[in-house]
């Protein structure tokens, strides 16, 4: 399916080749809390690639990052999922940026799958912020997974919304029953 | 975050969107919220419910609305609305509606589904008109309310085959202008056998002038055909149609178009009378007469290994295009350009 040739096409990563020394910054999530990144797996966002940026462009020593509206234990999922795709091509989180169908990978499977559903919320949350597309994508479809199948009963335990609703007789048939 | 409702708008609509459709109805019961959210979505942002064919039903012995929603795994999905119990089934549930008109409740179903069918359908069949003769039933009004959510909706469905079951031109017209002309193949017009003696008459001309009549390929129609004019038949390849009579010099017209097209498969006309025998001979030449029928044979311009056969039998007409050993023994096959 990606025949050699192809590969040569595609817009390289702007990040410096994986023998150069790792820059490690520290950021800082809303709560306090401090932690450390490669700002190779901090360019998948582009709110932070934005920052970043602009250290660099005026040659400003960029100490630590702050991002004011993650919490740490949120924060730190996301670097975790960074950090484990900060090598990818960013043409393929941009091809898949407006699919209606996406493939989630193993890893990234297994690694959302595992969170519980608010934790799970709040990780696609801290990714809007960010815009980090690849991660909205597989957490967004990891929730549709979620529900497939399930009852409106089943759905409401599931994402968290209290109490029953009176239907009004506006509600249409659903498959769920 | 506990709950989904407090997550960004972006984000629910990328969820939708990785739905499947029935999930996304599921979710639309699960709160008021959710529901005005999916309610004011673009179309575009909804996943697509991926039908093979609707079926849109009205049932007079039963006092019934019945939807059919068939998918390509040969799932059926059958809702029925009852007018004696105000009721919907589905799935074996049952649900009263107190307060609402169930041609209403209907209407607003139907008008959901097509937001998610953006894929083509092999077919649509609307079969409304059962209550024509039953004024005092609230299902008397479904087919102006199927008419005016066809309008409504302001979007073309997308399939190959429309079948109308006794409608008469204005019905037609509202609902193959509901059908996108790029896809439409097949328009079928029809009645059941034992509706025979109800001759429904319609007039094709404004039908005819629509962008889905001019590039459908294949026409079939039960009712008589009023005024028919060959122009605006000749470019199905394939027709069924009923009409009073059709003229010496038409049929003419319509051999010439046909020897003239690779493509055209049957045309076959049902007369009430038909008196171009003579005029005919004239044009075609002596027919190859056999016990039953008048017979002639054309070559195609741009086919060598088939003939244009041309059946007179009493009131049937019947064009039609196959292989050269089907000729019967005897008959003389002309020429396309011979006079």
Same mark, same amino acid.
């Given at each position: 399916m990606a025949p050699k040739k192809n590969s040569a096409k595609r817009p390289q990563p702007s990040?410096?080749?994986?023998s150069a020394p790792a820059r490690i910054v520290k950021v800082q999530s809303s709560d306090g809390h401090i932690l450390q990144a490669d700002v190779r797996a901090l360019l998948l966002s582009s709110t932070l690639a934005a920052t970043i940026k602009g250290y660099d462009d005026e040659n400003k020593p960029l100490e630590k990052l702050e991002v004011?509206?993650?919490?740490g234990f949120t924060l730190k999922l996301v670097l975790e999922w960074c950090e484990k795709h900060k090598?990818?091509?960013?043409a393929i989180a941009q091809a898949e940026k407006d699919k209606k169908n996406i493939f989630i990978p193993s890893w990234d499977r297994h690694f959302l799958t595992k969170l519980p559903m608010g934790n799970l919320f709040d990780l696609i949350t801290a990714a809007y912020h960010l815009d980090i597309t690849g991660l909205i994508n597989y957490g967004c479809k990891t929730v549709a997974n979620s529900a497939k199948g399930k009852s409106t009963e089943e759905m409401r335990e599931l994402f968290g919304i209290p109490e029953p609703w009176e239907q009004p007789s506006t509600s249409t048939a659903t498959w769920d029953d | 975050m506990s709950s989904i409702i407090e997550m960004p708008e972006f984000v629910l609509e990328k969820i939708i969107g990785f739905s499947n459709f029935k999930d996304v109805l599921t979710l639309r019961q699960v709160c008021r919220d959710f529901r005005n959210f999916i309610d004011d979505?673009? *179309?575009?942002?909804l996943p697509d419910s991926n039908f093979k064919e609707m079926e849109i039903v009205s049932k007079k012995d039963e006092n019934k609305i019945v939807f059919a929603f068939a998918d390509f795994g040969g799932t059926i999905y059958r809702i029925e609305y009852s007018e004696f119990g105000n009721s919907r089934n589905f799935q074996e549930t049952w649900k009263i509606f107190e307060n609402s008109n169930i041609v209403d409740v209907a209407i607003r179903d139907l008008e959901l589904v097509l937001r998610f069918q953006k894929s083509k359908l092999y077919r649509i069949y609307f079969d409304?008109?059962?209550?024509?003769?039953?004024?005092?039933?609230? !299902?008397?009004k479904l087919s102006v309310k199927l008419s005016n959510l066809c309008i409504r909706i302001n979007r073309k469905i997308k399939t190959e085959q429309l079948y109308l079951k006794k409608c008469n031109q204005s019905q037609i017209m509202k609902f193959i202008q509901f059908t996108d002309p790029e896809a439409l193949e097949k328009l079928s017009f029809f009645a059941d056998d034992d509706d025979i003696d109800d001759r429904i008459e319609i007039e094709i001309d404004d039908i005819a002038k629509t962008e889905q009549w001019k590039k459908a390929e294949e026409f079939k129609c039960d009712f008589q055909v009023l005024n028919l004019d060959a122009r605006d038949i000749c470019h199905f390849t394939s027709m069924s149609i009923k009409t009073h009579s059709i003229s010496a010099s038409d049929l003419e017209f319509l051999k010439k178009t046909f020897i003239n097209s690779s493509t055209f498969v049957y045309a076959f006309f049902e007369l009430t !009378?038909?008196? #171009?025998n003579e005029i005919i001979s004239n044009l075609w030449g002596p027919a190859f007469i056999t016990e039953l029928s008048r017979n002639w044979y054309f070559r195609i311009k *741009?086919?060598?290994d088939e003939v244009l056969h041309i059946e007179i039998r009493q009131n049937f007409i019947n064009f039609h295009v196959f292989e050269w050993?089907?000729?019967?023994? #005897?008959a003389r096959v002309q020429d396309y350009n011979e006079s």
């Amino acid at each position: 399916m990606a025949p050699k040739k192809n590969s040569a096409k595609r817009p390289q990563p702007s990040t410096p080749k994986p023998s150069a020394p790792a820059r490690i910054v520290k950021v800082q999530s809303s709560d306090g809390h401090i932690l450390q990144a490669d700002v190779r797996a901090l360019l998948l966002s582009s709110t932070l690639a934005a920052t970043i940026k602009g250290y660099d462009d005026e040659n400003k020593p960029l100490e630590k990052l702050e991002v004011n509206n993650v919490v740490g234990f949120t924060l730190k999922l996301v670097l975790e999922w960074c950090e484990k795709h900060k090598e990818d091509d960013p043409a393929i989180a941009q091809a898949e940026k407006d699919k209606k169908n996406i493939f989630i990978p193993s890893w990234d499977r297994h690694f959302l799958t595992k969170l519980p559903m608010g934790n799970l919320f709040d990780l696609i949350t801290a990714a809007y912020h960010l815009d980090i597309t690849g991660l909205i994508n597989y957490g967004c479809k990891t929730v549709a997974n979620s529900a497939k199948g399930k009852s409106t009963e089943e759905m409401r335990e599931l994402f968290g919304i209290p109490e029953p609703w009176e239907q009004p007789s506006t509600s249409t048939a659903t498959w769920d029953d | 975050m506990s709950s989904i409702i407090e997550m960004p708008e972006f984000v629910l609509e990328k969820i939708i969107g990785f739905s499947n459709f029935k999930d996304v109805l599921t979710l639309r019961q699960v709160c008021r919220d959710f529901r005005n959210f999916i309610d004011d979505l673009k *179309d575009s942002k909804l996943p697509d419910s991926n039908f093979k064919e609707m079926e849109i039903v009205s049932k007079k012995d039963e006092n019934k609305i019945v939807f059919a929603f068939a998918d390509f795994g040969g799932t059926i999905y059958r809702i029925e609305y009852s007018e004696f119990g105000n009721s919907r089934n589905f799935q074996e549930t049952w649900k009263i509606f107190e307060n609402s008109n169930i041609v209403d409740v209907a209407i607003r179903d139907l008008e959901l589904v097509l937001r998610f069918q953006k894929s083509k359908l092999y077919r649509i069949y609307f079969d409304v008109n059962d209550f024509q003769l039953s004024p005092d039933s609230s !299902i008397y009004k479904l087919s102006v309310k199927l008419s005016n959510l066809c309008i409504r909706i302001n979007r073309k469905i997308k399939t190959e085959q429309l079948y109308l079951k006794k409608c008469n031109q204005s019905q037609i017209m509202k609902f193959i202008q509901f059908t996108d002309p790029e896809a439409l193949e097949k328009l079928s017009f029809f009645a059941d056998d034992d509706d025979i003696d109800d001759r429904i008459e319609i007039e094709i001309d404004d039908i005819a002038k629509t962008e889905q009549w001019k590039k459908a390929e294949e026409f079939k129609c039960d009712f008589q055909v009023l005024n028919l004019d060959a122009r605006d038949i000749c470019h199905f390849t394939s027709m069924s149609i009923k009409t009073h009579s059709i003229s010496a010099s038409d049929l003419e017209f319509l051999k010439k178009t046909f020897i003239n097209s690779s493509t055209f498969v049957y045309a076959f006309f049902e007369l009430t !009378i038909f008196n #171009g025998n003579e005029i005919i001979s004239n044009l075609w030449g002596p027919a190859f007469i056999t016990e039953l029928s008048r017979n002639w044979y054309f070559r195609i311009k *741009d086919l060598e290994d088939e003939v244009l056969h041309i059946e007179i039998r009493q009131n049937f007409i019947n064009f039609h295009v196959f292989e050269w050993r089907y000729v019967l023994t #005897g008959a003389r096959v002309q020429d396309y350009n011979e006079s």
